[in-house]
Structures are given as C-alpha cells and as structure tokens.
C-alpha cells in the first residue's frame, strides 16, 4: 500500500513516513520514491536522531544520504582487501590521513564518542589506496592523492553510517559528485573559490567591495568553507542540515551556502573595520535554515551563464584548471 503522507507530523511520525517510503517505495516506482524523499527533505526536513540510532550506528539520516548518493551496493570483501594494505603507499598521503584524523573535528565530543581515530584512518587508507589503483590503470603519474580536507567529507559519514557504508559513500561522492575537489592541486576548491568571488559581487557588491577595500580576500575567509563543504563550520549539527540539502539536490548547492553566510554576516561585517577578525571569531555559529532560504534567492538571482558554472564546477576540470593556474 503507498505510504499516505500525513497534514502534520511530529518527529516520530515524520521518521515513521520516511521508513514507510524508504521500505515500501511509491506504487512501485522507484523514482517516485526519491522523489517523495527528497521533497520531504526539502519541506520538512530530517529528525533529530534517537538514542537508539546513535548506539548502532545506522541512521536515518545516513540511510537518506545512502539512497541519494546511489549507493545500493556494499563490497565487504573488496573493503577488507584494501584496509589489509594498511596504511597509504605514497609517505605524504599517510601523514596526511595521521595528521588530520587527529583534528577532525577536535574538540566534538559528541563525534568523537561515536567515531574511533581507527575507522576514519581506515576509511581514509582505504580510500587513498583506491584513488593509488585508478590511477596506475590510467597510467598518470605517481602523486600525492589524499587532498587535505577529505577527512571533513568523510567525517560526517563516518558519524552517521557504519565504517564499510561511510567508505562506499566517500568513493561515490568524491568519483562521481565533486571529483574536481579530490583532484590534484584542490582544483575544484581553487574554481569554487573563483566563483564565491563572482557570485559574492553580483549579489552583495557593496559587501564584495568593502571587504576588498579592507584586504578581506575570499582566500583568507571562504576558501575552508568551500573545500570541505562548510563541514568546518560549527554547530556540527546545523551543517548536517546543509549537506542533506545538497544530496537531495546537489554538491554545488555548498558554494552557494557559503556566499549565504557571508551575506548573512553583512551588517556585522560593515560595521568592523577589521571584518578578518569577525570570520575568525570563536562564537561564529551558522544557522541553517537562514541560510538556506538566503541560498535559494541568490541562486535565483544568478545569470544563467554563471549559475551553469557553479552548478558544473565540482565535475568538470577544464574551468578548475584554469582557476589553480591563475590562483
């Protein structure tokens, strides 16, 4: 029988549809079920996680992410395989994974009660040794593979799945939804920094240009934003608002969610004169739903022209390239 969507919900009920659609589907019809997750998402939102999901490790929140990631199926044997490499061939990759495993998220209590310094290491080595195979069947030079910051993308999966789904889920957005941030130089981050800059002036150009005349570069303040999918921002919980969003309906939707907290932020910053020290303040909170809503109108406000280039900048390299050599 197709899951009646109720006038109201209460979270319990909201997370009872949700179970209904994800496990009896739309008459059928696959895409009609996602279709009614997404919108769910969209109007309604995700509930809080109960005790009981935070014990096991297998979210609802997770389980959406999962589903619209595409990712339906989970090789433990191959898994296996490539956490008995152990640790990444290339030296720089395995400090790398050492060094950020230990200040992802430093200091999230909450995160690091669920998540062991072991898993995500895990997850990582695992990854990195994928990205080390690709490469020699393509025949491309050696290099450095695990760009600084992949811990924050698999940080959030890690928490919210268990260790062989948040591995499958980090290989399908990295390879398939933003494969320019994971490549080399960050050029994906480096064009998204670009396009922050052009759509910051064609929305806000009073803000874009005192934070200019103030030596207040996009560089300085949005580029850890933008690279890590604004999962460096705080509260932890807020962001996870944010990244449900764009896997409903697309990783360039983070870009856009950057230019909407600095928007957000304008009356605070034209009123410093030293407007650094405002993106480096400590009780810098971001509010999801304010910044969503702001999100939709710039994005409806963008030529055509410039939207297609945030909406294609996390796939495509031959813009992001451009963007690491003038950079």
């Known amino acids: ?100 495993a230990d200040r992802t998220f430093k200091g999230h209590q909450t995160f690091w009660k669920k998540v062991k310094r072991e898993e995500l290491i895990r997850v990582l080595s695992a990854w990195t040794h994928v990205q080390e195979a690709n490469a020699a069947e393509e025949g491309s030079t050696p290099r450095e593979f695990l760009m600084q910051g992949v811990n924050l993308l698999a940080g959030p999966l890690v928490y919210l799945m268990p260790e062989l789904d948040a591995f499958h889920c980090l290989e399908r957005f990295t390879s398939t939804f933003v494969p320019t941030y994971v490549a080399e130089f960050s050029c994906g981050a480096y064009n998204g920094l670009r396009l922050f800059e052009l759509v910051l002036f064609q929305v806000d150009l009073d803000l874009a240009l005192y934070l200019q005349q103030k030596n207040c570069l996009p560089q300085y303040y949005a580029f850890e934003f933008i690279k890590s999918f604004n999962s460096s921002m705080r509260p932890f919980d807020e962001v996870l608002k944010l990244w449900d969003l764009a896997f409903c309906f697309g990783a360039h ?45 710039i994005l409806q406000s963008l030529p055509e022209d410039l939207y297609y280039e945030v909406l294609t900048h996390p796939l495509y390299y031959d813009s992001a390239s451009k963007a690491v050599d003038n950079k």
Do not use: C
Request: glycine share 4%; aromatic share 6%; hydrophobic share 40%.
């Open 1 to 100: 029988e197709r899951p009646q969507r109720p006038a109201t919900f209460t979270a319990e009920t909201l997370r009872e549809h949700y179970e209904a659609v994800i496990k009896y589907g739309i008459d059928g019809d696959s895409s009609a079920a996602l279709a009614e997750l997404r919108e769910m998402v969209w109007i309604h939102g995700i509930p809080p996680q109960t005790e009981a999901e935070s014990e096991r490790r297998q979210t609802l929140r997770g389980t959406l992410w999962k589903i619209f990631l595409g990712v339906k199926e989970l090789n433990a044997s191959r898994y296996h395989k490539l956490v008995l490499k152990g640790a990444a061939s290339n030296k720089k990759d395995n400090d790398t994974i050492s060094r950020d």
């Open 253 to 297: 939707l983070h870009l856009l969610f950057t230019v909407a907290i600095v928007v957000n932020m304008r009356e605070k910053l034209l009123q410093s004169d030293f407007p650094k020290e405002v993106f480096a303040a400590k009780d810098l909170q971001l509010q999801a739903e304010p910044t969503i809503r702001t999100a939709m109108v």
